[in-house]
């Protein structure tokens, strides 16, 4: 799925089942909580945390949650997200072409 068409079908799926979107503080608030739930994951899974009995160690729909919302936000907000990481991609590259290739710590 392309992400103009991710876009589109999150905005379908909050009119027809959603009502309306939430608004944007509580979008925003509410990626901070997902985003939370991905680094409790994270941490389990990568780090030196272990899974409480019953805990969700899906990595995947955690992702999928923080991605949902922040598609939210970009339709709230008019952010085409296709442009934008076009655009974020050509101001790396710009700016750290070098940078990394020339870190020795990597």
């Excluded at 608030?29 to 805990?55: H, N």
């Amino acid at each position: 799925m392309e992400i103009k068409e991710a876009q589109q079908k999150v905005d379908e799926w909050i009119k027809t089942y959603g009502v309306r979107y939430f608004n944007e503080l509580t979008n925003m608030a509410i990626l901070s909580e997902e985003v939370g739930e991905l680094a409790r994951v994270m941490a389990r899974k990568y780090g030196e945390q272990s899974f409480k009995p019953g805990e969700n160690d899906n990595l995947a729909d955690e992702m999928a949650d923080v991605l949902w919302v922040l598609i939210c936000l970009a339709n709230q907000t008019g952010v085409d997200l296709n442009q934008a990481l076009i655009e974020n991609m050509a101001k790396k590259t710009g700016r750290d072409k070098d940078r990394h290739i020339n870190n020795k710590k990597l």
